[in-house]
């Protein structure tokens, strides 16, 4: 028993604040040795000097008693992958003046990483061949002009229907193919060639062939159509297609023990490119030809991150379902999908041991991500500590919310309330509006909503329709219908939320990014309630897009071409054209160089509001994409939302 003056003693927990952001450390990418008694990972942390991440790989055994830093270059390491035997870890890496990353090798019984490659283009991704003697890699085209650094600019040629990426800008003529690796003689041979970019490897058990992605079916990019293919590991083979599925075939790859299927996540149809969030199942198919077969599609949920169970009876993934991630095993003889135990809300990644035991990648709304080991009989162990200094901040109570809809569909979100909020006493409350859409706000940590739950606001997280993890019939059913049925969930969130008691109607925020920026602006525009906002990478003149962000292939699939569908394409874009009804100070952000939902968006809303008197700014953040990577500008951010809601909400008392 603790005594009285022990917990006298004990120092007060403080609020989260936005320095704590450098604290923060980002655990990824488990991967469990062969012989079940380590876990390698990445550990990502800012490094506020220099202004951006760095990652750096540890591991940690198997019953947690020992975590290890592996390396503590300048630059970042990923994708740690043991050498069958489990003697080795190979990583990727651009430390040491490398061009683009490269392949390092690291004895596991010590001594320094040693730089194993030299590869034009750079590599992004590797799969150890089960002989221990190759590497399968992914390798871009080498950029002509990386090399010329007095290289006169030349005119950017556009012949490709889907000619623009985030990322990237304008799509030009590097392409990722396969390459196969000899770590002997340290040869590199190319494997896969033509106009099409080639993904996610995976040796056959023989080591003889690779399954892999590609789109290489004529048009398919009007489609967004990748299948499964194979190839034999060697120069000048000739790719097979595997699967003629008219959607998207995903990884990741997995073949089965003994060779005869390989594994794979069969995606959306095309009309719903943009849900593919929502959609997905584990299939199998032979690769001597056949059909696949689909082996969930009794599960009306997303599956995916398939890998075969040792045994070859299950293939084991992760099912998002209603604002939780977890594990499944799903019976290769189609009779059904088991759910594997643990006590982590949400699931984002793992790696399987030969003794049935499982690293995952888990996190709560109270700790962010970190490792645990679940055992094959259920029970959960955590594994890492990464961000124990949470422990001495106070965080705030969540629980779940369900509200009705005007037309009476069940919506669930999530509600964090301060620490120390007084029951029965209204707070004021921002709805923050998660991206997508076919995404989901879950159970699990979330550094922003602490923040602004730490400044005293009541903060909810609305799954409304379009989000994924309540089957495909919510995911789908604002297809070439956006700012309809989303607005009027979140409206019926807010009306429980205010008629509970929870929320101050008289001081309301809301805000997000992406299509949560889409869908604020959609809500400042039909209801005045809210006394300020925050619209991140958002729309709302659609027509503006056309041919000038990424989405070509879900607007002519989804709403059809603007001149044949004039009133489709006024409908969503009715926060712009009503744009005179807001009322609401609206502060609007984005990246400079985002193709995803580009810059455009902000300004003309921005434009709008100024024009008609309305409290605005516009943020742009220069050199950036559609997710803010630099540091300072992530810290920006933060200070300018805690700014502009502080500026027109009045904080809990």
């Known amino acids: 028993m603790v005594s009285g003056a022990a917990l006298a003693q004990a120092p007060a927990k403080r609020p989260l604040q936005i320095a704590d952001f450098y604290r923060l450390r980002t655990v990824g990418d488990p991967q469990r040795s062969p012989d079940g008694a380590w876990v390698a990972y990445t550990v990502t942390r800012v490094d506020s000097v220099k202004d951006r991440g760095d990652s750096d790989i540890w591991w940690t055994s198997w019953d947690g008693a020992t975590s290890v830093r592996i390396t503590s270059s300048d630059e970042s390491e990923t994708s740690p992958r043991w050498s069958p035997d489990g003697k080795q870890l190979a990583f990727l890496s651009s430390r040491q003046g490398s061009k683009g990353s490269q392949i390092w090798l690291l ?4 001594g320094e990483a040693e730089r194993i490659s030299d590869i034009k283009g750079g590599v992004s991704s590797l799969a150890w061949a089960p002989d221990g003697k190759r590497l399968a890699l992914v390798v871009s085209d080498p950029d002509p002009t990386a090399d010329s650094a007095n290289a006169k600019p030349k005119p950017i040629v556009v012949d490709k229907y889907h000619f623009k990426q985030d990322g990237q800008g304008f799509i030009g003529t590097q392409r990722a193919h396969l ?48 299948d499964v293919y194979v190839v034999e590991a060697r120069a000048g083979a000739d790719p097979r297609r ?32 943009g849900y593919g969030g929502g959609f997905g199942t584990v299939a199998v198919v032979s690769p001597n030809g056949g059909g696949p077969r689909l082996l969930a599609t009794s599960l009306d949920r997303m599956v995916s991150g398939s890998r075969w169970s040792r045994d070859g009876k299950s293939i084991v993934g992760t099912v998002v379902d209603d604002q939780h991630q977890y594990l499944v095993r799903v019976r290769v003889d189609g009779s059904g999908v088991d759910r594997i135990t643990s006590s982590v809300p949400v699931i984002n990644a793992f790696s399987e041991g030969a003794d049935g035991g499982i690293a995952a990648l888990g996190s709560s709304p109270s700790e962010p991500g970190e490792l645990f080991a679940v055992e094959s009989n259920g029970t959960t162990r955590q594994l890492t500590h990464h961000n124990a200094w949470l422990d001495e901040v106070s965080l705030s109570t969540v629980e779940p919310v369900v509200s009705k809809s ?5 919506v669930h979100g999530i509600l964090r309330l301060p620490a120390g909020a007084v029951a029965g006493r209204k707070l004021p409350m921002i709805v923050r509006v998660h991206g997508g859409p076919a995404g989901q706000d879950a159970f699990q940590f979330d550094f922003e909503k602490e923040l602004l739950a730490a400044r005293g606001w009541a903060v909810v997280a609305p799954n409304y329709r379009g989000s994924s993890g309540r089957g495909a019939a919510y995911t789908i059913a604002i297809a070439g219908d956006w700012c309809n049925k989303e607005v009027r969930d979140i409206h019926g969130m807010v009306d429980a939320l205010v008629k509970s008691g929870v929320a101050d109607e008289q001081h309301l925020g809301v805000g997000g990014w992406s299509y949560g920026g889409v869908l604020t602006d959609c809500l400042v525009a039909s209801d005045t309630r809210f006394k300020a906002a925050t619209s991140g990478a958002g729309v709302s003149n659609v027509f503006g897009m056309y041919g000038h962000d990424q989405y070509v292939v879900q607007y002519d699939l989804e709403l059809g071409q603007p001149w044949k569908n004039v009133d489709k394409w006024l409908k969503i874009s009715t926060a712009f054209f009503h744009a005179d009804r807001i009322k609401t100070p609206t502060l609007f952000l984005g990246g400079a160089l985002d193709a995803n939902v580009p810059v455009l968006g902000g300004e003309q809303m921005y434009e709008a509001l100024k024009s008609l008197g309305i409290e605005t700014e516009l943020i742009v953040y220069p050199g950036e994409y559609h997710g803010i990577r630099r540091p300072s500008f992530q810290r920006d951010r933060f200070e300018r939302y805690i700014a502009w809601y502080s500026k027109y909400l009045t904080a809990a008392q």
Do not use: C, H, M
Not at 191 to 218: C, H, M, N, Y
Not at 253 to 272: C, T
């Open 107 to 110: 004895n596991r019984a010590g």
């Open 179 to 226: 390459y196969v690796f000899d770590l002997a003689t340290r040869k590199a041979d190319q494997i896969t060639r033509g106009d099409t970019d080639d993904g996610a490897p995976a040796w056959s058990p023989d080591g003889k062939w690779l399954a892999f992605v590609s789109q290489r079916e004529p048009d398919a990019e009007r489609y967004d159509n990748g």
């Open 242 to 273: 595997l699967t003629t599925f008219q959607g998207n075939d995903e990884g990741p790859l997995s073949w089965s023990p003994d060779g005869s299927l390989v594994a794979y996540r069969q995606g959306q149809e095309p009309k719903y490119f």
């Open 406 to 410: 005007d037309d009476l569909t069940e």
